[in-house]
DNA sequence: GCCG
DNA sequence: CAGTACG
DNA sequence: CGGCCGTTACTG
């Protein structure tokens, strides 16, 4: 499996590379293609850095520690970040981290403004749609040669036009590496043009001739009949996918590449006596018979669980429900599966959200079996009986399930959904609004119901993967993820613009005030409804008249300022002050500072610091030195506070965590950063030997989407993934008797785990879901 | 909340 | 043990 | 109807 994944992905770039080459002579474009590769190249650099921050904080000189040998503390990962400095100010920041809370000590109102925003903000992660360079193809700046773009289009406007076109992100690039010839190809309809353009940004060439087309659009409405004659005219017809408009317009709001050898895209356009010839098969090489809408119909009857077992390359690559597999369709693979991603794209689809389209759309007819599924779903329209909605979805699911206990094979190379998440692009999203209510919803279910809230985000993700404003319910239930109830209310957004479920929450003084407790470090959902049922409304309440845990007399007590996002530069400065102060006491230590830092954000809800050190087996050997630091650090008055240390730790050796507050020294703050103002801000310490840095990086990289969905992952492998590495699943009996913990597998090598997992390599970046 |  | 927090 | 990450780790 590794090798021919490996294969097909040096067989799709060489492909791939070719096809640029012949394309984009176009200067803009090439040029924002630099600029682009340049911005992403700067931000990654950025963002891998981790620990060495010689940060930009002018040598944080403050805490004693005159001459001390600066650690260089070098990165694990390969990436030799360069300048912080340099980076940062590269790094484009789309929102400044929001004020402090407002006086929580008064009344109501400032309650209220208190909790919207705060739901409203939950991800300042930034857009940085500019990332994720990874996988683009080094476009070789070929000059001159063809300077056709990847349009025919004559007139120069037109061709100006083009220049412009924008690709969409990486991961909605469904189409890269195909070439379009459409019939008629040109862009004199507005609708096709359209369509065109469409194609166009996700990843599609246009091309003027049949003959460098992988695939032929035929316009609706055309016959076969009608393309004969231009079929004729290339002999390389069969080897092409020939197929009506439809089939890239589905495949645009799937927003995977689908199994084109379906009747619905293939209609009108056989010859019906004879399968084998002009026929829409895949690409080249297979192509031949078997695709004809017999065969598919056949194996649509029979799919089952059957086909799904076939060996990969009998694998559909496409995005879809087997019943439309068929078996010519190996050479798209090629293309295809480069395009998609790993299995864990999936798993975070299905943790959290987005994923895939293994269902058709229930368009119009189809034939055969499936189009009753599909009739239920549109007989259904409002009203449907619950049963023929509890049917259709098993159907539906059947699938699913078929589809993901494929694994090992080709189930999680058939998508080419989205992958590792980058942020942004919400802004241009049609469905931002509605993405925007029910974001307020997941703020409403916070912390009460993390199942609920699990799913508002999963559909959330899904909505922002659509190209389309998603305005039904019936089509909302398309989506993965979005069933009944999530699509009505997707469709009341998209009617009216409002959620009135929400609206009727946020009004509840209730919610504001549990949203407002919830927000108090070491306040969960249990404490916070007894303190709201025993009548308390404000944080002075409790302060005052409530049974506070020390961690949560902390908690109220630097509210404000523990509720503040720390901007990037005063990670780095926190930790360099961190640094400065363990040089002294071992300067092999090193630091890498993890969480959304290391995803590049520009502002954190925390500081997390992974500490290491060379030829350590056991987070027990950094625990001397961990206590020394703390001490010293406490009496520098950095640290101000614990919140949960290891201090009794009676388990087996699993001391390693240290949760406390810090504030940056005066001496530490940049100058240019205006008045200097000390700020209590949350750390976390994460004590990490060396043999266990890989999976501790993964842990403390997060996001935490991301680590639930490599951890399902893991265990569906019938692997296990935690904080301190890769197990293979020893029989774990009743009561943990078994001592083993399983065998390790790896730990110490990120990059390992990936690859032991079989998901594709992302950078800390890309870890945004 | 969704999913199997 | 439940509750909370971490990514 | 039960699962939804971690035999996570720390507090009380």
């Given at each position: 499996?590794?090798?021919?994944?490996?294969?097909?992905?040096?067989?799709?770039?060489?492909?791939?590379?070719?096809?640029?080459?012949?394309?984009?002579?176009?200067?803009?474009?090439?040029?924002?293609?630099?600029?682009?590769?340049?911005?992403?190249?700067?931000?990654?650099?950025?963002?891998?850095?981790?620990?060495?921050?010689?940060?930009?904080?002018?040598?944080?000189?403050?805490?004693?520690?005159?001459?001390?040998?600066?650690?260089?503390?070098?990165?694990?990962?390969?990436?030799?970040?360069?300048?912080?400095?340099?980076?940062?100010?590269?790094?484009?920041?789309?929102?400044?981290?929001?004020?402090?809370?407002?006086?929580?000590?008064?009344?109501?109102?400032?309650?209220?403004?208190?909790?919207?925003?705060?739901?409203?903000?939950?991800?300042?992660?930034?857009?940085?749609?500019?990332?994720?360079?990874?996988?683009?193809?080094?476009?070789?700046?070929?000059?001159?040669?063809?300077?056709?773009?990847?349009?025919?289009?004559?007139?120069?406007?037109?061709?100006?036009?083009?220049?412009?076109?924008?690709?969409?992100?990486?991961?909605?690039?469904?189409?890269?590496?195909?070439?379009?010839?459409?019939?008629?190809?040109?862009?004199?309809?507005?609708?096709?043009?359209?369509?065109?353009?469409?194609?166009?940004?996700?990843?599609?060439?246009?091309?003027?001739?049949?003959?460098?087309?992988?695939?032929?659009?035929?316009?609706?409405?055309?016959?076969?009949?009608?393309?004969?004659?231009?079929?004729?005219?290339?002999?390389?017809?069969?080897?092409?996918?020939?197929?009506?408009?439809?089939?890239?317009?589905?495949?645009?709001?799937?927003?995977?590449?689908?199994?084109?050898?379906?009747?619905?895209?293939?209609?009108?356009?056989?010859?019906?006596?004879?399968?084998?010839?002009?026929?829409?098969?895949?690409?080249?090489?297979?192509?031949?018979?078997?695709?004809?809408?017999?065969?598919?119909?056949?194996?649509?009857?029979?799919?089952?669980?059957?086909?799904?077992?076939?060996?990969?390359?009998?694998?559909?690559?496409?995005?879809?429900?087997?019943?439309?597999?068929?078996?010519?369709?190996?050479?798209?693979?090629?293309?295809?599966?480069?395009?998609?991603?790993?299995?864990?794209?999936?798993?975070?689809?299905?943790?959290?959200?987005?994923?895939?389209?293994?269902?058709?759309?229930?368009?119009?007819?189809?034939?055969?079996?499936?189009?009753?599924?599909?009739?239920?779903?549109?007989?259904?329209?409002?009203?449907?009986?619950?049963?023929?909605?509890?049917?259709?979805?098993?159907?539906?699911?059947?699938?699913?399930?078929?589809?993901?206990?494929?694994?090992?094979?080709?189930?999680?190379?058939?998508?080419?959904?989205?992958?590792?998440g980058t942020r942004g692009a919400a802004v241009d999203n049609p469905n931002a609004a509605t993405i925007e209510l029910l974001q307020l919803m997941v703020g409403m279910y916070e912390h009460r119901d993390d199942w609920r809230c699990k799913s508002y985000r999963r559909a959330i993700t899904a909505l922002r993967q659509q190209t389309r404003k998603i305005t039904t319910a019936k089509e909302a239930m398309k989506l993965p993820g979005i069933g009944k109830s999530l699509a009505a209310k997707i469709e009341e957004i998209a009617a009216d613009g409002r959620l009135r479920k929400l609206e009727h929450a946020q009004q509840r003084p209730e919610n504001k005030i549990l949203n407002l407790f919830l927000k108090v470090y070491g306040v969960g959902i249990g404490q916070a409804n007894k303190w709201v049922s025993q009548g308390y409304r404000t944080l002075e309440d409790l302060r005052e008249k409530a049974k506070l845990s020390t961690n949560q007399r902390i908690g109220i007590e630097h509210f404000d300022d523990l509720n503040e996002r720390i901007p990037r530069w005063e990670v780095e400065a926190l930790a360099a002050v961190v640094r400065e102060a363990a040089g002294d006491i071992d300067a092999s230590v090193e630091f890498i500072i993890g969480g959304s830092y290391r995803r590049g954000s520009d502002s954190s809800g925390d500081i997390d610091l992974i500490i290491t050190k060379k030829r350590t087996r056991s987070s027990q050997n950094l625990l001397p030195f961990l206590e020394k630091l703390i001490k010293r650090l406490t009496d520098d008055g950095f640290l101000t506070a614990a919140l949960a240390s290891f201090s009794g730790n009676t388990k087996k050796g699993h001391g390693s965590k240290w949760h406390g507050c810090c504030v940056l020294p005066e001496t530490a703050f940049p100058k240019d950063k205006g008045k200097y103002r000390p700020i209590w801000r949350r750390i976390d310490l994460l004590l990490v030997p060396e043999t266990e840095l890989g999976a501790a990086l993964i842990y403390f990289t997060g996001n935490d989407i991301f680590n639930r969905s490599i951890r399902l992952l893991a265990s569906k492998k019938g692997l296990r993934l935690n904080q301190r590495g890769l197990f293979k699943d020893v029989l774990r009996g009743k009561r943990g008797v078994t001592y083993t913990e399983g065998d390790p597998l790896e730990g110490r090598d990120e990059k390992r785990i990936f690859e032991l997992l079989g998901v594709k390599w992302r950078e800390p970046h890309e870890r945004w879901c």
């Open positions: 499996m590794e090798e021919r994944k490996l294969a097909e992905k040096i067989a799709y770039f060489k492909r791939l590379s070719a096809i640029q080459a012949e394309e984009n002579g176009d200067d803009a474009y090439d040029a924002e293609e630099q600029a682009h590769r340049e911005r992403c190249k700067t931000f990654h650099n950025a963002t891998s850095t981790s620990s060495r921050a010689k940060s930009p904080a002018p040598s944080v000189t403050g805490l004693r520690k005159p001459g001390t040998v600066s650690q260089p503390l070098p990165c694990p990962d390969s990436s030799q970040g360069s300048d912080d400095l340099e980076i940062i100010k590269v790094t484009p920041r789309n929102r400044s981290s929001r004020p402090g809370a407002a006086g929580i000590a008064d009344k109501t109102p400032n309650v209220e403004e208190e909790i919207i925003p705060e739901s409203a903000h939950p991800d300042p992660k930034p857009a940085h749609s500019f990332l994720h360079p990874l996988l683009r193809p080094r476009m070789t700046r070929q000059t001159s040669g063809l300077t056709s773009d990847n349009s025919p289009s004559t007139s120069t406007a037109k061709r100006k036009k083009q220049a412009r076109l924008k690709l969409l992100p990486e991961n909605q690039q469904i189409f890269r590496g195909l070439r379009f010839y459409y019939i008629p190809n040109d862009d004199a309809n507005r609708v096709r043009a359209a369509q065109i353009t469409k194609a166009r940004e996700r990843g599609a060439s246009w091309v003027r001739t049949l003959k460098e087309a992988t695939h032929v659009i035929v316009d609706e409405g055309l016959t076969y009949q009608d393309i004969k004659s231009d079929l004729m005219s290339d002999s390389s017809s069969p080897g092409k996918v020939i197929v009506n408009a439809n089939y890239p317009i589905d495949c645009v709001i799937h927003r995977i590449l689908l199994n084109p050898n379906q009747e619905k895209y293939v209609r009108n356009l056989r010859v019906a006596e004879t399968p084998p010839s002009p026929n829409p098969s895949s690409l080249p090489a297979s192509a031949q018979a078997s695709s004809n809408s017999l065969e598919i119909k056949r194996k649509q009857r029979k799919r089952s669980r059957k086909d799904q077992e076939l060996p990969p390359e009998t694998q559909s690559d496409y995005g879809e429900p087997l019943q439309n597999n068929t078996p010519s369709i190996a050479p798209v693979t090629t293309i295809a599966a480069a395009l998609v991603e790993d299995e864990l794209s999936q798993y975070i689809g299905l943790v959290q959200g987005n994923s895939l389209y293994l269902e058709m759309p229930l368009e119009e007819e189809e034939d055969s079996a499936q189009s009753e599924a599909t009739k239920d779903d549109e007989a259904e329209s409002g009203s449907e009986s619950s049963k023929d909605e509890s049917s259709r979805k098993k159907k539906r699911r059947t699938r699913e399930k078929i589809q993901l206990s494929q694994e090992d094979t080709t189930w999680q190379d058939s998508f080419a959904c989205m992958k590792g």
